[in-house]
């Protein structure tokens, strides 16, 4: 079983955003947790209802910052996040109606081959690609404070 484990290499150095894709892995985590301990339909249904919406809202907050930074990434990023919660909602309506087995290894699947690799690809380089994003990576990797 994979499990989601929040790492350092995913972090670009500015809060806002990776306090944000902690709160994700955090929910995906939170929903695992509540299909293996088999807890009540309803609350893992809340579970999945919270990661939609702060996975929405990520998004936005995201796609308005690198609007302001002015990223070269800002268009295609919008693209990038239009698919991901196409997949996310494509699990979620699958949910009650398939084994939860099924919708752990499909929310598991596409935080480890989707999300995560979005968070160190594409939210990577659309940051770096600003100077202050890169200003905030440099300090959160390399500053000794
Ligand atoms: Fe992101
Ligand atoms: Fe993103």
Do not use: N
Request: proline letters at 3%; charged letters at 30%.
């Amino acid at each position: 079983m994979k499990r989601a484990v929040w790492k350092r290499e995913y972090e670009i150095g500015v809060e806002k955003v990776d306090q944000e894709h902690m709160r994700l892995v955090k929910l995906c985590r939170a929903m695992a947790d509540a299909i293996l301990v088999d807890k009540d339909e309803a609350v893992m249904g809340q579970v999945l209802a919270a990661l939609k919406l702060y996975t929405e809202e990520h998004f936005r907050d995201e796609e308005v910052e690198l609007e302001r930074l002015k990223s070269p990434l800002a268009r295609r990023m919008k693209i990038a996040h239009a698919r991901l919660e196409a997949q996310l909602h494509l699990i979620i309506d699958g949910f009650g109606k398939r084994p939860h087995t099924q919708t752990l290894d499909d929310l598991l699947g596409w935080l480890e081959t989707e999300l995560l690799p979005h968070f160190t690809g594409m939210d990577m380089s659309a940051f770096l690609a600003t100077p202050e994003g890169r200003k905030a990576h440099v300090r959160r990797l390399y500053s000794v404070a």
